[in-house]
């Protein structure tokens, strides 16, 4: 039974809601539980705001501020979420005031956002929370434009962002802790370097190049939603870090905004603003934007599109007309992310993925050196943390590889080639999630054939490593198969089997990693 079933407090409401995602199945009961919880907690911080008499303008603003608190805190620990979640407002209410007095200035409004948008990227150095409170105050600047916040605006705002905090911080920690009790969530390193190296900064550079273009063409379409064009720009730069990744997400923007646009044509635009059935399909749209972000992009601008619609409607603006304008100004977004990754400070797809690719094998190797650590008797913690690590370096790799597997690719060498450097690195976590389960049974025993076996994927990853010492051929005696024994195996013999099918894996991917991505597979 899922352990948030056991907790005490909370309503009966949230308490049936929590058995009822538990019924799903542990493949969708996570994601199913964090969208359900969001839901709640956007749902509460508006009646709250709306309880407090705030108006119409400010309650929107104080749903969005909740929307942002529970989607981009992300630490690993709930404590640090926490931390995280009460810096929210000073990093975006000063922006968000900065917004409402440049207002009726376009030239400095223009210069203030930008430099936003360069200061909200460039933070993302700083892992998990520098990228929460970078999209923070960057939505705070891009809210006061939707929603036309003025100077004598700016009380109500900051209230309904303070009460919105305070739902959704209750509904996080205290109504539905899913984390709390949880083993710490792994992070992944970001990949390093200096000055215009280091990927932040020089994302930060092309975001401003891309948002800068998207703010010029945007107002030449529409002197009222030209912020859309820098929003599209803005958020296709989220969770990439080559040329190909940028475009694929771009590409995923508009598709998911065009289906997004014409379910709106057939539900926001005849809703028109009336109260309930508005506030129904907005929950629903919240719960699907929950739910895909972390398997579709298209799927989540699709919910997102349609909510806009629907919160459109209900400020009282909302026509067809304003739609097409939307697909509008979001191609020009796509279209300044397409220019940008391409001519300033360009990496391609290649050097990216070769980065995750390298720090995947070396993470089979610390696997591996560990796990055989713990078999030999050694008082080490063991291969589980660097297992949970490695699951998340081939999600890394996955992303990156994802504009050369894309269907629509034509460079089929390159796809050829990429998918089979998924299925080898799939076939070592196989391996490495065998071995961690051999290394966890307390009946293992020191096996001097474990020494030899290790020493030689060791090996195998130095050849990979240094690839003018690479060698295709296997190493004397990797792969061999252990001989069937008529009694069970012992601990050994399973590990012996995981190593050489892991050694024999890291000596196939020399082939693909040692040549050139454009030769034939």
């Not at 771009?250 to 508005?278: C, E, I, K, Q």
């Amino acid at each position: 039974m899922d352990e948030s079933l056991r907790k005490p407090g909370g309503s009966a409401p949230v308490h049936l809601l929590r058995r009822t995602v538990a019924a799903l199945g542990p493949e969708h009961s996570h994601r199913a539980r964090v969208s359900a919880r969001a839901v709640i907690g956007i749902g509460l911080a508006v009646a709250v705001c709306a309880g407090a008499g705030l108006p119409l303008q400010a309650t929107v603003a104080g749903g969005l501020v909740a929307l942002l608190a529970l989607f981009t805190v992300a630490d690993p620990t709930a404590r640090a979420q926490g931390r995280t979640t009460a810096l929210l407002p000073v990093a975006g209410f000063p922006v968000l005031a900065l917004a409402a007095f440049l207002h009726g200035q376009p030239p400095a409004r223009d210069a203030a956002f930008l430099a936003v948008v360069f200061a909200g990227v460039y933070a993302r150095r700083w892992g998990p929370r520098g990228n929460a409170l970078g999209i923070f105050a960057f939505m705070q600047f891009f809210a006061a434009q939707f929603l036309g916040t003025e100077p004598d605006r700016l009380p109500e705002t900051f209230a309904a962002g303070l009460l919105a905090l305070a739902a959704a911080a209750l509904t996080r920690f205290v109504l539905w802790p899913i984390e709390r009790g949880a083993a710490p969530r792994p992070a992944v390193a970001p990949v390093g370097g200096r000055g215009l190296a280091r990927p932040t900064t020089r994302q930060a550079f092309q975001a401003l190049a891309a948002c800068g273009f998207a703010l010029a063409a945007g107002q030449a379409l529409s002197l009222d939603r030209w912020y859309w064009a820098v929003g599209a720009a803005w958020w296709i730069f989220v969770n990439t870090a080559s040329r190909g990744e940028t475009l694929v997400r771009g590409f995923r923007r508009v598709l998911g905004t065009v289906t997004g646009l014409a379910a709106g044509l057939l539900v926001a635009v005849p809703v028109d603003g009336a109260v309930a059935p508005t506030l129904a399909v907005v929950a629903c749209c919240v719960f699907g934007i929950f739910y895909t972000a972390p398997l579709s992009y298209s799927w989540m601008m699709f919910f997102v599109t349609l909510m806009v619609g629907m919160l459109y409607g209900l400020l009282g603006v909302l026509h067809p007309g304003l739609l097409g304008l939307r697909l509008e100004e979001t191609a020009v977004g796509a279209l300044g992310a397409a220019l940008a990754v391409a001519l300033v400070l360009p990496v391609t797809t290649h050097a990216a993925t070769e980065v995750w690719i390298r720090r995947a094998v070396h993470c089979v190797h610390e696997c591996a050196r560990e796990a055989a650590d713990r078999l030999a008797g050694g008082s080490g913690d063991g291969p589980e943390p660097r297992v949970a690590e490695l699951e998340l370096l081939l999600g890394r790799v996955r992303l990156s590889v994802a504009p050369l597997v894309h269907p629509l690719s034509p460079l089929r060498a390159r796809r050829a080639r990429a998918r089979q450097v998924l299925a080898l690195l799939d076939d070592c976590a196989r391996q490495i999630r065998g071995l961690a389960e051999v290394a966890a049974d307390p009946a293992a025993s020191h096996d001097a054939r474990l020494t030899a076996a290790c020493e030689r994927v060791e090996a195998a990853v130095h050849r990979l490593a240094v690839p003018a010492r690479a060698r295709i051929a296997p190493a004397r005696g990797a792969g061999v198969p252990v001989t069937a024994a008529a009694e069970p195996p012992s601990s050994g013999d399973r590990a012996l089997v995981h190593l050489h099918a892991l050694e024999d894996a890291l000596h196939q991917l020399a082939a693909p990693l040692h040549t050139h991505p454009r030769a034939a597979a």
